[in-house]
């Protein structure tokens, strides 16, 4: 598995990105209005935005980064259990 964050360019998110995240990819967290964590197996930062639709008439203005296990911050437990158990499962 991978995690990958899926962040709009605007302060407006694309009309429909939250349906698609949720539809497409089931296990992810929306961390703001604009902004969501997805995790994925044999899948790459592309793949999670075409299966998205982005840039295929669909949806612009979105950008996907596959991230590392390395990460720091000052959050809620809720999105630090999630990121845990998502990079465990990149880790295997």
Do not use: C
């Not at 604009?34 to 982005?54: C, F, H, P």
């Not at 295929?56 to 809720?78: D, H, I, M």
């Amino acid at each position: 598995m991978a995690t990958f964050v899926v962040i709009g360019e605007h302060d407006t998110p694309p009309e429909g990105i939250d349906t698609a995240v949720k539809n497409r990819f089931p296990e992810n967290i929306r961390l703001n209005e604009r902004a969501w964590l997805i995790s994925a197996g044999g899948i790459t930062a592309k793949q999670v935005a075409e299966n998205l639709g982005v840039g295929q008439g669909k949806l612009t203005g979105v950008v996907v980064l596959q991230l590392t296990g390395s990460y720091w911050g000052f959050a809620g437990a809720g999105l630090w259990d999630w990121i845990k158990a998502a990079v465990e499962r990149d880790n295997g």
